[in-house]
């Protein structure tokens, strides 16, 4: 069955007449890799791609870029006006009423809503009522193939092999006071990274003591802070195989530089765990009862049990974000703080687990595993997962 066929099918199924994508300079990021075309570079007019649930696909291309589209099936109607093309998208979207599109009601999901809300409103215009393909774009561009599935496996046991080395190195340097900074750990774990031929969007994080409150803290050699006996650290690292169409993996892992965790560590970090662990274990009684679940309803789990702690304030980002062929990919968040994320976590999606408690200018504690839904239910790669602070000695 190919991919359009599989739409098709789809669309039947959620009662949609159609999905109409739209893209002007390459503004639609899931076009190319959910229909399987490279859109070409120079690529400067406006284009549409209507695929309905029952009939022929149809293409609108400007009439100097009707090559824009070739590679994928269906009738072409070319424009060189602007009235051209409105008359085009007219006839393309005749006798259709409910057409997905790129859009999401109130930026609800900003992830997906990449059409500009200038052409919603000309669609609109002709009669049409427009619901999101966000569900779709779950199906289609979020779900994992057994292929993906296995390099992100192999990407989250070779993390999980660097954390143990990371932290064996750090123990070293400061045992041999040998001068060591959150900024030479984070050239480090790169070094191993390109050992291990994973390749990465951008520099893991190495976070000491009040740096660690900074979710999105960024060491330099400009303001790394050395690390020394008594602190504490969280190593941030996310990586995938360098390979075409490999999946991303992405943990969290905290560790103290002495052989006696200090309670005020220790205790933070059993909220966080116990919120990591309660946000799974949903996910598996969910699957076992064959109940559906929505990304804001794992992130309200987390967030409950890290509010009844007395941290909820502290907790100041979502649960959890969608993995993929990036880092932050596009499928379901587990959000119910930054957005609503109303959908539903369906088989072949891959996202992370992460909840934390952050208090400014003394430390921040987060615990990060990867979650695969699969045909058997949620799984998790890279064991043991973190369940206490590692002593760094």
């Not at 974000?321 to 109303?342: Q, Y």
């Amino acid at each position: 069955m190919t991919i359009i066929e599989k739409i098709r099918e789809s669309l039947k199924k959620r009662r949609v007449d159609g999905w109409l994508f739209y893209s002007f300079r390459h503004s639609d990021p899931f076009a190319s890799r959910i229909l399987k075309f490279k859109e070409a570079g120079h690529a400067t007019r406006r284009w549409f791609y209507f695929i309905p649930a029952f009939g022929t696909p149809v293409k609108i291309v400007h009439k100097i870029e009707k090559n824009t589209l070739n590679d994928l099936p269906g009738d072409t109607l070319e424009y060189l006006s602007w009235q051209e093309l409105d008359s085009a998208l007219e006839k393309a979207l005749s006798n259709r009423s409910v057409v997905a599109m790129q859009y999401s009601p109130n930026n609800e999901i900003p992830y997906v809503s990449v059409v500009d809300a200038g052409t919603v409103e000309s669609v609109k215009s002709k009669g049409k009522t427009i619901v999101s393909s966000a569900e779709l774009i779950q199906e289609f561009e979020a779900a994992l193939t057994e292929e993906q599935m296995l390099t992100h496996k192999a990407a989250c046991e070779i993390l999980r092999g660097i954390v143990d080395v990371v932290f064996k190195e750090v123990a070293r340097r400061v045992r041999d006071k040998v001068a060591v900074s959150e900024y030479d750990i984070q050239i480090l774990m790169l070094s191993l990274f390109k050992k291990k031929n994973l390749i990465t969007s951008s520099s893991p994080v190495a976070a000491v003591n009040e740096s660690s409150a900074d979710p999105h803290y960024e060491s330099s050699p400009e303001r790394a802070k050395p690390i020394k006996p008594g602190d504490f650290l969280l190593i941030d690292l996310w990586g995938k195989l360098d390979l075409p169409g490999s999946i991303y993996g992405d943990i969290t892992w905290t560790g103290y530089l002495g052989d006696v965790i200090p309670d005020a560590y220790a205790s933070v970090f059993k909220i966080v765990a116990e919120a990591r662990d309660s946000a799974f274990s949903l996910l598996k009684n969910s699957f076992s009862k064959k109940e559906s679940l929505c990304g804001w309803q794992v992130d309200d789990c987390a967030r409950n049990v890290i509010g009844k702690a007395g941290y909820g304030e502290y907790f100041i980002h979502r649960t959890g974000h969608s993995i993929g062929e990036e880092v932050h990919g596009a499928g379901v968040m587990i959000d119910n703080l930054e957005t609503r994320d109303s959908r539903h976590i369906s088989s072949g999606c891959c996202f992370s687990l992460e909840p934390g408690i952050y208090l400014p200018g003394k430390f921040g504690i987060r615990t990060e595993i990867d979650v695969f839904m699969s045909s058997e239910g949620p799984m998790c790669f890279g064991a043991p997962i973190q369940t206490e602070i590692v002593k760094i000695i």
